[in-house]
């Protein structure tokens, strides 16, 4: 395979400026390309599907789109319109938006297999099946800080990705920011079958195992990855080498209890706590899972074990953290964590007043040297 000369970050084919609501996130090499017939073949026929919306019967408390897509559960789905937002799942490209009372329209743009099939797999990934009111009533019960923040970030909802898709975005993410995961997940998605393209935006079905095997350490390095290049392309071979294939063991262990699929995804190169506990949660129905970030350890030490405020993280408080998540919410604590994470987030701050800030970002500091990046994952 041809080696890629050039980083992520300069991919041509931006989305148009014209329209403010739409991300500016830059996409991956076009597969179109008459110089790489090994990625033309990938492309998919035009789809046959007319742009239809129809109505999901879910409401906006149950899923708002604006906090729950650009949230750090996926970094696939783009905003392609006031209170739209356009993905994949599986080989259906969906976009989805609020109608004017709030409830969810979708519009397949492209499906193999038909609307219904498209329609079942994407209420799945949505994780339907859960209903977040009641949720949100029994959290709120238990914990008054809860019940404070969500009237102001209803809708919430933790997604069922699939979980090859999700573990390569979390090992993209690991010590770096959304912009730059964005773009990295952007180069491997452009790797799969092109399925159309929305408001500028180039979607892509995610690359299956054996695509993804062929792409080396080098050219990821080549395009930006960095030390992750070394873990996703270790984590693809050890993957194809499990008996049945990688996917099926990757899905088998939704079956397990939560330490048992922690300590299977941490055999994987690349995969430690954090990365573990976003797979576990957003993609294999451990519900309970907490990924700890700084954002998580000052919500901890500050409302849930407020005895270990002031102390540095490490992995043996990391427990502790979690624990504290799982006594005072159950086996949904990841749910709840999930909210209480995006109330910490400084583009979901308008949405809540003030008062309810983190204390410590109440009054902000004076201003320091400009660092790396505010927005470390």
């Not at 490490?314 to 709840?336: D, H, I, M, N, Q």
Request: net charge positive; proline share 7%.
């Amino acid at each position: 395979m041809k080696k890629r000369s050039t980083p992520i970050s300069s991919s041509p084919s931006t989305p148009p400026t014209s329209s403010p609501q739409t991300l500016k996130i830059k996409q991956p090499i076009s597969q179109n390309s008459s110089k790489n017939p090994k990625r033309a073949l990938l492309t998919a026929p035009p789809s046959s599907i007319s742009p239809k919306w129809v109505p999901l019967n879910i409401s906006k408390s149950e899923l708002f789109l604006p906090l729950t897509f650009p949230t750090g559960q996926t970094f696939r789905w783009k905003q392609t319109g006031p209170l739209e937002f356009t993905g994949v799942v599986g080989s259906h490209l969906v976009s989805l938006k609020h109608l004017d009372n709030g409830d969810i329209a979708a519009c397949f743009h492209h499906s193999k297999d038909g609307v219904f099939d498209a329609k079942l797999a994407l209420l799945d990934f949505l994780n339907v099946g859960i209903c977040l009111g009641d949720l949100w009533e029994e959290f709120s019960g238990s914990d008054s800080r809860f019940a404070q923040l969500a009237p102001y970030l209803g809708g919430a909802r933790v997604l069922r990705q699939d979980p090859l898709e999700c573990l390569v975005q979390f090992i993209c993410s690991s010590n770096n920011n959304i912009k730059r995961i964005t773009q990295m997940v952007d180069f491997i998605s452009g790797l799969g079958v092109y399925l159309g393209t929305v408001e500028g935006f180039r979607f892509y079905e995610f690359p299956t195992l054996d695509r993804l095997s062929i792409v080396s350490e080098e050219e990821l390095r080549v395009a930006g990855f960095g030390y992750r290049a070394k873990y996703i392309t270790r984590t693809v071979d050890a993957l194809r080498a499990k008996p049945g294939g990688g996917v099926e063991w990757l899905a088998s262990l939704r079956d397990l209890d939560l330490q048992m699929a922690f300590d299977a995804l941490s055999t994987l190169p690349g995969v430690g706590p954090k990365v573990a506990a976003c797979v576990a949660l957003f993609s294999l129905d451990q519900h309970h899972a907490i990924p700890v970030d700084t954002h998580v350890w000052q919500i901890a030490t500050t409302y849930l074990i407020p005895e270990l405020a002031g102390t540095r993280l490490t992995p043996k408080l990391y427990g502790r953290v979690s624990e504290a998540f799982v006594c005072k919410y159950g086996k949904y604590a990841g749910w709840a964590q999930t909210l209480l994470f995006i109330a910490e987030l400084p583009s979901q701050k308008a949405l809540i007043p003030s008062i309810l800030w983190t204390t410590a970002e109440k009054k902000p500091s004076k201003p320091r040297k400009k660092k790396r990046s505010k927005n470390l994952i």
